[in-house]
């Protein structure tokens, strides 16, 4: 009779704490580690991790998977980079609380975002509990997403809402935190959440506060105003009483100014405020064309390369295309070629932008309390590469290549900052006792093999991504295991 279901043997243990990493082996029995260190027992399977490191499963802060963990609950894009966990509901943006208003506005409005779904629940528990009974790859947990509660209550209503109307956003966050949210998110670039004023935002934190949450925001301004915004949603998280997630932190477009955020950043936790922030590995960012052409117009498209990444119907026309080259095979301004792809695409298109300088990135992949978030966009077409490749890009170049982060530095960003931070309990370090979500990769030879152009690559070098105690991927092929969990907040 074995004694373990699981012993994963010879590996460098990366614990998730920022330890030195350690010769050991690690046991899983059921769904829990079970003993690090010296394994004497045997295991129904065991794995020889020789070569390998051996760490938490990694944590995706900042995802837009909401749809996809019930449309298609493979989630190979995750779990084939080792992340055994998906933060949902960022940037304001999700899938419930659903009205019949919001979902006729879905197909069309964040749809071609986060992917078709009917949204067949109304409440945040009702969607919880869809996740649930979809049995996703990887684990889930959530915030409640301020836009959709904005266009459930509001509509596209451009104004204050009046103290009914933010009584029955409370009441709708309210919900949400008792199913097991773990915060309100905002989207201040994007409609209908741009509309919200900051005392708005600062009554609904409030909400968030009283069970412990957290208010994660794609700040207001990214670009010249970057500092501007980021005082907002500092002093948000300091009026509610609640910690502050900023979300995928950059300067773009104005280079440089992460050199004055940073500091701006400390100074707060330094007077007692909790605020963290996240990145992804890549100059580019990505997101809806007409959300994007809205706040930059043509300056920003004619400074910066851009890709149409996904349209809804002239694929092979637009896909995968810059911009620039669109336009001149129109033989129109990029203006002009912008507006003719929204109006024949219906304003469904996301597209790549070339907004970031490396010496920012770099800056805030460095940062202490920085963790971890692809951003990716589960849409159709050609994706930016982070969907695939944030994870392992970090291990590759900042670790590896460009040495920044020591292994064991860039692991804990991946996990157990991200699992503290983050209202989720008993995962993010391998020890006795906690969750069995487990990643062995190579250090020598993890790469992101996403690329602008055929973005739909896995990366080399996650050997063995364990989820819940179950082997979900092993050896660059996806196993049949969903053992994902919807996790609520603390629990």
Known sequence: MPDY????????????????????????????????????????????????????????VHTHDDAAVVRDPRVDFKIMQGVTTDVLGNCGAGVAPASDAFRTYYRTGMGPILGESDLPWSTTAEYFAAVEAAHPACNAVAYVPHGVLRYVVMGMEKRAPTDAELRRMCDLLDEGMRAGAIGMSTGLVYVPGAYARTDELVELAKVAARYGGIYGSHIRNESGGLLEAVEEAISIGERAGCGVQLSHHKSAGVFGLTERSLPLIARARERGVDVTIDVYPYTASSSSLAAMFRLGREQAFEAAPAIIASVKYNKERYEGKYVSEIAADLGLPIGDAIRKILEE???????????????????????????????????????????????????????????????????????????????????????????????VFDPETVADAATYQEPRQYPRGIEYVVVNGQVAAERGRQTAARAGCMLRRGQ
């Open 5 to 60: 279901d699981l012993v994963i043997r010879n590996g460098r243990i990366v614990d998730g704490t920022a330890a030195p990493g350690r010769a050991g082996d690690l046991a899983v029995r059921g769904d829990r580690i079970a003993a690090v260190g010296s394994v004497p027992g045997r295991g129904a399977r065991e794995i020889d991790a020789q070569g390998s490191a051996v760490a938490p499963g990694f944590i995706d």
């Open 345 to 439: 695409e219906e304003n469904t298109p996301s597209v790549i932008m070339f907004i970031m300088d490396e010496a920012d990135v770099r800056r805030v992949v460095a940062d202490d309390h920085c963790m971890a978030g692809s951003d990716g966009l589960p849409s159709e077409g050609k994706p930016h590469p982070r969907l695939y490749g944030t994870m392992p890009a970090i291990l590759q170049k900042y670790v590896r290549d460009e040495p920044l982060l020591t292994l064991e530095e860039a692991v804990r960003k991946m996990t157990s900052l991200a699992a503290a931070k983050h209202r989720i309990k008993d995962r993010g370090v391998l020890r006795e006792g906690w969750y069995a979500d487990i990643v």
